[in-house]
């Protein structure tokens, strides 16, 4: 479950990742804006994200998210099409088809590389 600023941002951050909403929660004293989501991507993957009691300091925010998929270097165009910015593909041993790193809009960083 991540704290975030503001949950609908959040959910259109993670739909770039084939992420969608399963479930959301509203509280009549928050408008129309959902204070709770869970979100599921084809995959299998699961995720939850909740607006935060507080103000949210992105540059401590201390977990690596690794993100799953088939082709690295699309989903690097992917992103960029979204206007995410990407770090550069890296080609470590452990990773041969490719890994680039991203931050999402409350400072998780994901690293997004091949599933096999």
């Given at each position: 479950m991540l704290h975030v600023a503001q949950v609908p941002r959040a959910v259109a951050f993670y739909a770039t990742f084939g992420f969608e909403v399963a479930d959301a929660?509203?509280?009549?004293?928050c408008g129309d804006d959902p204070v709770w989501v869970f979100l599921h991507s084809p995959g299998g993957a699961e995720l939850m994200l909740v607006r935060a009691d507080g103000p949210v300091d992105d540059t401590v925010q201390a977990v690596l998210f690794y993100l799953y998929c088939d082709?690295?270097?699309?989903?690097?165009?992917?992103?960029?099409?979204?206007?995410?910015?990407?770090?550069?593909?890296?080609?470590?041993?452990?990773?041969?088809?490719?890994?680039?790193?991203?931050?999402?809009p409350d400072g998780y960083v994901l690293m997004v590389t091949h599933s096999d």
């Open positions: 929660h509203h509280e009549p004293s082709d690295v270097a699309a989903m690097r165009e992917r992103v960029l099409a979204a206007g995410i910015e990407a770090g550069a593909m890296a080609y470590p041993f452990y990773r041969p088809k490719g890994e680039f790193r991203i931050r999402d």
